[in-house]
């Protein structure tokens, strides 16, 4: 079965870094569009960086310059570099995977990490 297994969160001060990893099994990793989203507590699950199959990289304007997402399709494995963390980022990271062929959607997430920013 597929699985998006989520690791590297934890509490960080402001203006730390963390790095999440992303590692997947049970899907043809290099296929697929990886993102990371977050959700904090009372707010909507936002998108925080996608990269394509292809490399392409998208990010929320709240991370850009803070924040690099990168894959490893050799080890099915997609990062989150997250540096100069602020309060504000403290979140649920979850990872997700997602694809469409001839309309149909495929579309995986891990159980997420948590991610605390505190002083």
């Known amino acids: 079965q597929v699985q998006l297994v989520e690791s590297g969160g934890g509490l960080a001060q402001p203006g730390g870094s963390l790095r999440l990893s992303c590692a997947a099994s049970?899907?043809?990793?290099?296929?697929?569009?990886m993102g990371w989203y977050r959700q904090a507590p009372g707010k909507q699950r936002e998108l925080v960086a996608r990269?394509?199959?292809?490399?392409?990289?998208n990010y929320a304007d709240s991370v850009k310059g803070r924040f690099t997402i990168s894959r490893d399709n050799a080890k099915n494995t997609v990062y989150l570099q997250m540096n100069s963390l602020k309060p504000e980022d403290t979140a649920v990271y979850s990872c997700?995977?997602?694809?469409?062929?001839?309309?149909?959607?495929?579309?995986?997430w891990g159980q997420g990490t948590q991610v605390t920013v505190s002083s």
């Open positions: 997700n995977a997602i694809k469409v062929i001839n309309n149909v959607e495929y579309n995986y």
């Open positions: 990269i394509s199959s292809g490399g392409m990289t």
């Open positions: 049970g899907i043809s990793f290099s296929t697929y569009s």
